[in-house]
Structure formats: structure tokens, C-alpha cells
């Protein structure tokens, strides 16, 4: 098949190389999934305004994101079990993203350990950390990001208790999957998935698995990740985590302008706007389209990056004309990953950073950090209206 040219195009792809289980694990919302297409047709509602006979050579797309220089505004989101989507995963999408020269963020719930992935990168990737009610864990995995080299922490706030998705339980996802016989069809009809994944020996949770306290094999690991994580979070929390981290600090999860104010208060690098990529509260508006009053509230105090929905590198010049500092990507990369593995991931990363190019250089711009909101149409999308009638 042809290189795909578009993140829609990878997406058929992973489809076809993925077993159903980790495939819809991707791509799926919780209950309902509005608020996973919202994040994606509101980005489609903005449109670009068209500049002409403005000089578009030498043109570059580097800015920086909590003070580390990016080859383009564009991180990749921590997503957790991407060592499913292929083998090795988080090693792989690592790879290509230092490769390309953004950021890389490794989830807590990662297949790959974070040593592991230190083991094979040069350079620090930022790492996503989950709140355990058990803080010795969150101790042990913050001095274990450090010592990797982590140069920033990623904190999720929108995870106190797991949204509902239903294709996860009618699909009874599993790591490693059960071998009860709708998995074993799932898998044996994707047989290089399979093949790779029984040439790896990365097929569980492995920043937990013989690290966590009573958690050595794959049966206690279900009823502990069940219990663990912490309902109770508040904002003194953050406060311990950011002393206990001592480094860069990045709050996930923010979708209101008041939440916003206190995490600026915190002293944190940045804030990501985001609904979890509409895994979490079915319901809540798209992260785009609160990204503006978000910035209007707290843009002078703190980085604001916003994640969910961006599919195209127009949508990554949407958000950054409305204010964002950087961008992330979840289902794009892990679409490129679970098609292509690592060449996957680059196809994904080099498909969004031509299409920002050459929007960019469309509308009139040739540095991206000098990109703003006039670039945008400041109208409402079009409805359906009656014609004006002439006045008599
Ligand atoms: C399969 C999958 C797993 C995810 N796991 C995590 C996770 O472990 N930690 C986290 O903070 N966010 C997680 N997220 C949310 C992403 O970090 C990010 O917010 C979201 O994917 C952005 O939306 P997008 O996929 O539309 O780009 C996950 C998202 C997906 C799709």
C-alpha cells in the first residue's frame, strides 16, 4: 500500500494490523462519545483566513515548550498500554518522536518501563504520572523519572476514578489479552501483531509489575489498579508532588478558567487543556473550544497546551492561533504505531508537520510563533438562515 497521506488514512490501517480489543481501546470515548467527536468537529467549525502575495520563503515551525526547543509545537500525549498497539511501543514512538524533535511522554499505565525507555533514547522524554492512595509508589515512580533523566513530570488530574467506555467491557480488554476464544480469533487473524508480540518480552504494566507493593503478577494488578488510584486528590497534593519532584512541572486535565487560576497558583510550567481525549466525562465541551477563555484567564501566568482532537497540522495552527504554546496528539501517533510501528509514528509526525507548514505559509505566516489569532474568521460557522429579503 501506498505511504498513507493522511492521520484518517493510518487510522484504516491500524485497523486492519491491530487485534479489536487494543484497536477500539484507541479509539473509543466514554459512554456516549460526544465529547470525543466534539473535540474533533469543533476543530473542523474554525476556519482559516487566506492571505495572498505575502513572501512565504524560509519559513520554520520551531518554537519551544516549557523551555525546551521543539522542532514544531507538537508533543505526543502520554497514552497508557501503547505497548499493545505494537510491540515495544512506547520504545518505538520515543524513537521516532527524538527523531523528530518533540517531546515524547510516557504514561504511568506504559507498557515499557521508564527505565526501558531511557535505555533506548539519548535524550529525556517528560514522564505522565497517576496519583496511587499508596505514596510510597508515587514516591518510588517520581525518583525512578528522575533518575531516567525525565526532564519534565506530567501530572493528570482528570483520573481520580475511571470514565465508563463501553467498548472496553463489551470487548473484556485484557493485558496480555485472556486466551478465551474471541481474543484468540482477534489475535490470530492479526498475525504480524502477533508474531512481534511473541518476540518481545513487554507485555504487561511495567512501571508496576515488581515495583508496586503485592502487585508480581498480572492477577493482583487488576484489583490493585482498581483500588489504587487515588479518589481523594486535592491541591495539596500537587503542592507534595511538586516539592517531592523538585523539576518541571505540567498539570493535565484542566477544562475551566476557575481550576485554571489554581494551577497557575501552583507554580507549574504548564497546564494542558483536555478531556482525557473524551475518555473521561462524557459531556464536557471540547477542549478546543474552551481553550480561549482558558488563556484569557491564566495565558499571562502559565504556559497554557491544549490536547484532543487535533487529527491535521491545521488543527494544530487552530489551537496555537487561539493561544496554545504546544499541542499534543494521542490516537494519531498510536494509529501510526499500531500500522507501521516506528516509520508509523514518523509518517504520523511528518503528515502534521507539512500540512502546518503549508497552512501556515497559506495564511500568510512564516514562523510559527508569530502565528495569532487574525489568522482566524471570527464568525460563527455558516447555518442555515433564511435569505434577507430586499425591504419593500
Ligand atoms: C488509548 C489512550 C490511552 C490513554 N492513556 C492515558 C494515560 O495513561 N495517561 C494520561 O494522562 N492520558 C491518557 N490518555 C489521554 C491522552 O493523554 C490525551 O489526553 C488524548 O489522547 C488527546 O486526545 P487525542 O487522542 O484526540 O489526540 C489516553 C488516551 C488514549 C487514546
Known amino acids: 500500500m501506498a505511504t498513507p497521506l493522511t492521520i484518517a488514512e493510518l487510522k484504516d490501517v491500524a485497523r486492519r494490523r491491530v487485534p479489536k480489543m487494543f484497536f477500539d481501546y484507541a479509539d473509543s470515548g466514554a459512554w456516549t462519545e460526544g465529547t470525543y467527536k466534539a473535540n474533533e468537529a469543533d476543530f473542523a467549525a474554525i476556519k482559516l483566513r487566506q492571505r495572498v502575495l505575502v513572501d512565504m520563503t524560509n519559513r520554520s515551525l520551531e518554537s519551544t515548550m516549557i523551555g525546551e526547543k521543539v522542532s514544531m509545537p507538537v508533543a505526543l500525549s502520554p497514552t497508557g498500554l501503547t505497548g499493545m498497539q505494537h510491540a515495544d ?79 472496553d467491557i463489551r470487548n473484556g480488554l485484557s493485558t496480555p489479552p485472556k486466551f478465551i476464544p474471541k481474543h484468540i480469533w482477534q489475535v490470530a487473524t492479526r498475525p504480524k501483531w502477533a508474531f512481534e508480540m511473541l518476540g518481545t518480552k513487554r507485555r504487561s504494566f511495567g512501571n508496576i509489575v515488581g515495583h508496586a507493593k503485592g ?48 494551577a497557575a497558583e501552583t507554580g507549574a510550567e504548564a497546564i494542558i487543556v483536555s478531556n482525557h481525549g473524551g475518555r473521561q466525562l462524557d459531556g464536557a465541551a471540547s477542549s478546543i473550544s474552551v481553550l480561549p477563555e482558558i488563556v484569557k484567564a491564566v495565558g499571562d501566568r502559565i504556559e497554557v497546551h491544549v490536547d484532543g482532537g487535533i487529527r491535521s497540522g491545521q488543527d494544530v495552527l487552530k489551537a496555537l492561533c487561539l493561544g496554545a504554546q504546544g499541542t499534543y496528539i494521542g490516537r494519531p501517533f498510536l494509529y501510526g504505531l499500531g500500522a507501521y510501528g516506528k516509520r508509523g509514528v514518523t509518517i504520523a509526525l511528518d503528515i502534521i508537520r507539512n500540512e502546518l507548514d503549508i497552512t501556515m505559509a497559506l495564511c500568510g505566516k512564516r514562523d510559527i510563533r508569530d502565528v495569532g489569532p487574525e489568522l482566524l474568521h471570527h464568525r460563527l460557522p455558516v447555518v442555515a438562515t433564511e435569505p434577507a429579503r430586499p425591504s419593500q
Not at 527505565?115 to 492512595?133: C, G, I, N, R, S
Request: hydrophobic fraction near 45%.
Open 215 to 262: 502487585v508480581g503478577d498480572l492477577s493482583s494488578l487488576s484489583s490493585w489498579t482498581a483500588e489504587q488510584f487515588d479518589p481523594r486528590l486535592s491541591w495539596d497534593d500537587v503542592a507534595w508532588i511538586k516539592e517531592q519532584w523538585g523539576g518541571k512541572l505540567i498539570l493535565k486535565g484542566i477544562m475551566d478558567a476557575d481550576d485554571a487560576v489554581k
Open 89 to 167: 511501543g512506547e520504545i518505538l514512538a520515543a524513537q521516532a518522536a527524538e527523531k523528530a524533535g518533540v517531546p515524547f511522554t510516557l504514561s504511568t499505565m506504559s507498557v515499557c518501563s521508564i527505565e526501558d525507555v531511557a535505555a533506548h533514547t539519548t535524550k529525556p522524554f517528560w514522564f505522565q504520572l497517576y496519583v496511587m492512595k499508596d505514596r510510597e509508589f508515587v514516591k518510588s515512580l517520581i525518583n525512578r523519572a528522575r533518575a531516567a533523566g525525565c526532564s519534565a513530570l506530567v501530572l493528570t488530574l482528570d483520573l481520580q476514578i475511571l470514565g465508563q467506555r463501553h467498548k
